[in-house]
């Protein structure tokens, strides 16, 4: 059964730092791309970033990029996302999401609530 | 505004069909495989369409995709109050280098 657990999430100030981890089990994690997909409260899907398999490939959308790293370490079946710099407009639920052929999502963590607020 | 563009709600009565649209551009839509999600009240999404017309294991036929030029369209017959959710089209979007998703249609079944 595939699992995906989310952690890290919490209150931190505006310009503060979080990172979150999420850990994966019941499938051959190095295989697939993984991503971080947010949703502010009440509002639609919006993809932050994405991480190839191998781990050579990343990337951002455009309102993250170069504030938030992804990584990925296969070997303890875990993506992260480094967020700094954070602003009032990234609080949302952070949900670490599985590749299935390309980028689309088979599997969703239950979600990891960011809130940033002074 | 998001990329992709989809109307904010459609609805349609039990047993009945209902399409939803998604609109893009030949960086996204046009040339790059779509997928549909559905989102129930607090919790999270289900991929219910890859590769503009394919359907994961579990995901009924009354569920169907396609696309046409630089837009895609999710089509749901049979309707049930379980249908209720708020639906998602996504793409790659080769000129972002990003994924984006269209701003979801919550779909009502009156």
């Known amino acids: 059964e595939v699992q995906l657990v989310e952690s890290g999430g919490g209150l931190v100030q505006p310009g503060g730092s979080l990172r979150l981890s999420c850990a994966a089990s019941g499938f051959t994690f190095s295989n697939y791309a993984m991503s971080w997909v947010r949703q502010a409260p009440g509002k639609g899907l919006e993809w932050v970033s994405g991480?190839?398999?191998?781990?050579?490939?990343?990337y951002y959308a455009d309102s993250v990029k170069g504030r938030f790293t992804i990584s990925r370490d296969n070997s303890k079946n875990t993506v992260y996302l480094q967020m700094n710099s954070l602003r009032a407009e990234d609080t949302a639920v952070y949900y670490c999401?599985?590749?299935?052929?390309?980028?689309?999502?088979?599997?969703w963590g239950q979600g990891t609530l960011v809130t940033v607020s002074s | 505004q998001s990329v992709l563009t989809q109307p904010p709600s459609v609805s349609a009565a039990p047993g009945q069909k209902v399409t939803i649209s998604c609109s893009g551009s030949s960086s996204n839509i046009g040339n790059n495989y779509v997928s549909w999600y559905q989102q129930l009240p607090g919790t999270a999404p289900k991929l219910l369409i890859y590769?503009?017309?394919r359907r994961p294991s579990g995901i009924p036929d009354r569920i169907s995709g396609s696309r046409s030029g630089t837009s895609a369209t999710l089509g749901i017959t049979g309707l049930q109050t379980g249908d209720e959710a708020d639906y998602y089209c996504?793409?790659?979007?080769?000129?972002?280098?990003?994924?984006?998703f269209g701003g979801g249609t919550k779909l009502t079944v009156l």
């Open positions: 999401a599985k590749g299935f052929v390309r980028w689309e999502v088979d599997y």
């Open positions: 991480i190839s398999g191998s781990g050579a490939g990343t």
């Open positions: 590769d503009n017309n």
């Open positions: 996504g793409t790659w979007d080769s000129s972002l280098s990003a994924v984006v």
